[in-house]
């Protein structure tokens, strides 16, 4: 059985960074495309970043990009996201989630990801 188990997320003001941590069980890790969503107050969820080893892609939502990155230790089971220059507008529960079959012009997709995280709350104060 596949489980998803993010943390790391809790209170950061405008400017500062925070780093997630999701660990995975019960998968062949480095099969797995990886990602990161996040559902804002009111609002639906939306994609934040994937990685795909199989295929060497990485990509990120514009609204992330250059301050979000992902990494993955195969290893360990685990996929982080380290945020710097974290904004108000950050403010998210925020899921890893996990797919063996998702294509790269899909990983944008979260109905593409089979497993998910229970979410981790990040707040950024102003």
């Known amino acids: 059985q596949v489980q998803l188990v993010e943390s790391g997320g809790g209170l950061v003001q405008a400017g500062g960074s925070l780093r997630l941590s999701c660990t995975a069980s019960?998968?062949?890790?480095?099969?797995?495309?990886l990602a990161w969503f996040r559902q804002a107050p009111g609002k639906p969820r939306e994609f934040v970043t994937a990685n795909s080893q199989r295929s060497g892609s990485t990509i990120y939502a514009d609204a992330v990009k250059g301050r979000f990155t992902i990494s993955r230790d195969n290893a360990k089971n685990t996929v982080t996201l380290q945020m710097n220059s974290l904004k108000p507008e950050d403010t998210a529960v925020y899921y890893c989630?996990?797919?063996?079959?998702?294509?790269?012009?899909?990983?944008?997709?979260?109905?593409?990801?089979?497993?998910w995280g229970q979410g981790t709350q990040v707040t950024v104060s102003s």
């Open positions: 019960g998968v062949t890790f480095r099969r797995y495309t």
């Open positions: 989630a996990a797919s063996e079959t998702v294509i790269v012009s899909q990983m944008r997709s979260q109905s593409r990801y089979a497993y």
